[in-house]
């Protein structure tokens, strides 16, 4: 499934779906530019991707991840070898391969639009959320309906409640939200319907918060022994052979 559409400001919009992991990879293009980015791209849509800003004309500049995931193995550096993108993470992503790491309050530029970046750990210790004006692609901090798990991957519920009650939900209510996941098919949320809506934020405290997620108990993600060390080569998913001491 995707979805595309321009918005007032000049930008195409698409919402990419992998029904394997149920992870929704997002593409904008700066229309006058013919720039574009790709957020949380996955291995197996790389062709479909690369299709796609071919055929329309745009030339894709960066391929951004929110966070180290465990579900699915990266598309970023498939892309950047097909199409010399740069990969973007935020700056405490253990991925060295990534060209850029950005700390929370910069920017990533692309054409006439930016993306704010902002720092919002506990699902993982590297995860990072990306604010436009009137959008923000939150990876896995905020799911619609849900929040990311904590219990792997340095998460922690404390950092959690704090990126969701003191971060994320201080955004405008009218503030679009595009997650990394959703599995019953829903396509986008806002702040202000997650705020009344979703159970996980009807909490009153930090420890409320980390009691819940706590009495989750959920196996951990079928591909976690795979996806990780892979995507810590930026979707490499085995080890360069070393000629020097392979050879
Ligand atoms: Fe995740």
Same mark, same amino acid.
């Given at each position: 499934?995707?979805?595309?559409?321009?918005?007032?400001?000049?930008?195409?919009?698409?919402?990419?779906?992998?029904?394997?992991?149920?992870?929704?990879?997002?593409?904008?293009?700066?229309?006058?530019?013919?720039?574009?980015?790709?957020?949380?791209?996955?291995?197996?849509?790389?062709?479909?991707?690369?299709?796609?800003?071919?055929?329309?004309?745009?030339?894709?500049?960066?391929?951004?991840?929110?966070?180290?995931?465990?579900?699915?193995?990266?598309?970023?550096?498939?892309?950047?070898?097909?199409?010399?993108?740069?990969?973007?993470?935020?700056?405490k992503?253990?991925?060295?391969?990534?060209?850029?790491?950005?700390?929370?309050?910069?920017?990533?530029?692309?054409?006439?639009?930016?993306?704010?970046?902002?720092y919002t750990p506990g699902h993982t210790d590297d995860s990072?959320?990306?604010?436009?004006?009137?959008?923000?692609?939150?990876?896995?901090?905020?799911?619609?309906?849900?929040?990311?798990?904590?219990?792997?991957?340095?998460?922690d519920?404390?950092q959690a409640?704090?990126s969701?009650?003191?971060?994320? =939900?201080? @955004? +405008?209510?009218?503030?679009?939200?595009?997650? *990394?996941?959703?599995?019953?098919? #829903?396509?986008?949320? &806002?702040?202000?319907?997650?705020?009344?809506?979703?159970?996980?934020?009807?909490?009153?405290?930090?420890?409320?918060?980390?009691?819940?997620?706590?009495? =989750?108990? @959920? +196996?951990?993600?079928?591909?976690?022994?795979? *996806?990780?060390?892979?995507?810590? #080569?930026?979707?490499? &998913?085995?080890?360069?052979?070393?000629?020097?001491?392979?050879?």
């Amino acid at each position: 499934m995707t979805r595309s559409r321009s918005t007032s400001f000049h930008m195409i919009f698409r919402q990419f779906f992998d029904p394997l992991s149920c992870t929704y990879t997002y593409l904008l293009g700066d229309e006058p530019g013919r720039e574009a980015c790709l957020i949380d791209p996955v291995l197996e849509g790389v062709d479909e991707y690369a299709r796609w800003i071919h055929e329309q004309g745009f030339r894709l500049v960066y391929a951004a991840d929110t966070h180290t995931h465990a579900d699915h193995i990266t598309g970023m550096g498939r892309l950047r070898e097909m199409t010399a993108c740069r990969t973007a993470m935020g700056e405490k992503s253990p991925a060295e391969c990534v060209d850029v790491k950005l700390a929370e309050g910069e920017s990533l530029s692309i054409g006439s639009f930016f993306l704010k970046v902002l720092y919002t750990p506990g699902h993982t210790d590297d995860s990072y959320s990306f604010v436009m004006a009137d959008r923000v692609f939150t990876g896995d901090a905020l799911l619609i309906r849900g929040t990311g798990r904590t219990d792997f991957q340095n998460g922690d519920p404390y950092q959690a409640y704090d990126s969701l009650f003191h971060k994320l =939900l201080h @955004l +405008p209510e009218s503030t679009a939200v595009y997650p *990394a996941h959703d599995y019953q098919g #829903r396509t986008r949320s &806002t702040i202000g319907t997650e705020k009344r809506l979703n159970p996980r934020l009807q909490v009153r405290s930090a420890e409320e918060y980390a009691a819940l997620m706590a009495s =989750l108990r @959920l +196996p951990d993600p079928r591909l976690m022994d795979i *996806a990780v060390p892979a995507n810590r #080569r930026c979707g490499q &998913t085995a080890p360069k052979a070393d000629p020097e001491r392979d050879g």
